[in-house]
């Protein structure tokens, strides 16, 4: 009961904006986390290291690692799961090209369940996965760039439940870097909310006029690359604008010779 008090109350002051929070709790203090990560299968391919997450939190304990991979495509639809048991200290390479999936790119969370937790559950922690993805459009370079949020966690009847806040007021996001030194950028969002979400991108030259100006709404698990032109380099700055309290992208920049991928 504590924990749904606790989930309320949470809501509330987020909703509001009163001592808020960026992600919210789990009901279960038993809960596996993931963050959402971005997988993408065009020009550039994507590669996940997956590791024995029990081995790093109790490595006095030898024990398996029960994992469940959620695959989603980018308009939502759940593709499929894959299940892996881990033994200690073992850690597999994910290659999201030879999972034939039908989607250019998507969204994908990762739950971890092992027996001997009680270390996490005492120091009121939770078993979350915040792993490394790796991009490269030549599968010899990659760029790595961890998971974005702390964005859901896997209830008792493995239901994905959002961890992500939201609140009455629309909130502002600026990206910590500058965009005029690439010919394109990618803006990533993933919606892991059972609700849509709304977001406004705009952009600005060197001294903040608007260039650009668009819309669009995430239905309920979907994915959207946002992507804009910057041959000219005029764009400079970014700003989000959403009801989620939180919203971050994942970032690709792209250059003549290579590209970078990053958390704004």
């Not at 597999?92 to 989607?103: A, E, G, M, T, Y």
């Not at 971890?112 to 599968?139: I, P, Q």
């Not at 406004?200 to 668009?214: A, L, P, Q, W």
């Not at 970014?238 to 003549?256: A, L, T």
Request: aromatic letters at 20%; glycine letters at 2%; hydrophobic letters at 35%.
């Amino acid at each position: 009961m504590k924990m749904y008090i606790k989930k309320l109350i949470y809501f509330l002051r987020n909703f509001l904006k009163i001592k808020t929070h960026i992600y919210n709790y789990p009901i279960n203090k038993y809960a596996s986390v993931s963050d959402s990560f971005f997988y993408r299968n065009d020009f550039i391919k994507t590669v996940f290291f997956l590791s024995n997450i029990a081995s790093h939190t109790n490595p006095q304990i030898k024990q398996k690692d029960f994992v469940k991979i959620y695959i989603f495509s980018n308009t939502g639809e759940f593709l499929k799961v894959l299940n892996f048991t881990l033994k200690p200290f073992e850690t597999k390479k994910i290659i999201f090209s030879d999972l034939n999936l039908k989607s250019n790119y998507g969204s994908f969370y990762v739950f971890h369940n092992f027996n001997e937790n009680e270390l996490l559950v005492k120091n009121k922690s939770f078993v979350t996965e915040r792993g490394y993805l790796g991009f490269s459009d030549n599968s010899i370079f990659w760029n790595f760039v961890h998971g974005n949020h702390n964005s859901a966690y896997l209830s008792k009847k493995n239901k994905i439940k959002s961890l992500m806040t939201m609140s009455f007021f629309i909130n502002e996001y600026f990206p910590q870097l500058t965009f005029n030194d690439c010919d394109k950028f990618d803006l990533v969002f993933t919606n892991s909310e059972n609700m849509n979400v709304k977001y406004r991108i705009k952009t600005y030259d060197s001294e903040n006029k608007i260039i650009d100006d668009k819309k669009f709404k995430l239905n309920s698990f979907n994915t959207t690359k946002a992507s804009f032109e910057n041959n000219d380099k005029k764009i400079k700055f970014v700003k989000i604008f959403s009801k989620m309290y939180f919203p971050r992208p994942v970032i690709f920049k792209y250059y003549s010779k290579y590209f970078d991928v990053l958390h704004g």
